[in-house]
């Protein structure tokens, strides 16, 4: 066990609907990482913050927005969802908020939008 | 571009030989190497880390790595392959202390 807690573990929804990803990090760790993995674009980073403060950006969709609260727990909101983006959504935790370090998964979200 | 490759999307190889599973990656200067892996319907797991020093780095369940700064390559190894270690094995490099990027995976399967 990681330590890191995501629900839900599966999520079925429509094309056009809004859902919401929650993360706990594990106890202690400032910085939460967000990736989306799916079969043709592999572990592609979505956005990563530390603190309660966005720190880094990749892959994210404008669709698509995450936050970080004061508890340190981090939410992914995808919204007007579209087909491709069933995928397999995980978060990951760290101490700081440095990328050399090692990072703590989550089983992970999985999202299927029909 | 900054890029990490994993060549070979999958390999194979019977219980009790040695495993390889490549890694190069295409960064400026000294970055920090990792490996994870990945078991079915769970999240990544870290095996090990390069920062600098020993070229040979040993990580978790029996597993090491080579780094090998000319080739820029960062391949994972095992001396003798057990069932158990059929899974998704991820290279990821940190050329900074602000981005990290992994390669797009190999799947490892063992054969009795």
């Known amino acids: 066990d990681s330590g890191v807690t995501q629900t839900p573990k599966h999520l079925i929804t429509a094309t056009g609907q809004r859902v919401t990803l929650r993360c706990s990090p594990r106890s202690g760790d400032l910085s939460v990482y967000w990736y989306q993995q799916s079969l043709d674009q592999g572990l592609q980073f979505l956005i990563q913050?530390?603190?309660?403060?966005?720190?880094a950006k990749g892959n994210i969709l404008e669709r698509f927005s995450a936050q970080q609260f004061p508890d340190l727990h981090s939410e992914l909101n995808l919204s007007s969802l579209e087909l491709g983006d069933s995928a397999l959504y995980f978060c990951a935790s760290s101490r700081r908020e440095l990328t050399n370090e090692k990072l703590f998964f989550g089983s992970g979200t999985q999202l299927s939008v029909l | 571009a900054q890029s990490v490759a994993q060549p070979e999307d999958q390999v194979n190889v019977a219980e009790g030989n040695p495993l390889t599973v490549k890694c190069t990656y295409s960064v400026s200067g000294n970055p920090y190497l990792f490996w994870y892996v990945q078991y079915p319907n769970r999240g990544l797991q870290f095996l090990l880390k390069?920062?600098?020093?020993?070229?040979l780095v040993k990580g978790s369940y029996g597993f090491e790595a080579e780094f090998n700064k000319s080739q820029t390559s960062f391949h994972l190894k095992k001396p003798s392959a057990l069932v158990s270690d059929s899974a998704l094995y991820f290279c990821?490099?940190?050329?900074?202390?602000?981005?990290?990027?992994f390669g797009t995976g190999t799947r490892l399967q063992v054969f009795p």
């Open positions: 913050y530390y603190n309660g403060e966005e720190r």
């Open positions: 390069y920062i600098t020093g020993d070229n």
């Open positions: 990821a490099v940190s050329p900074n202390t602000d981005k990290l990027i």
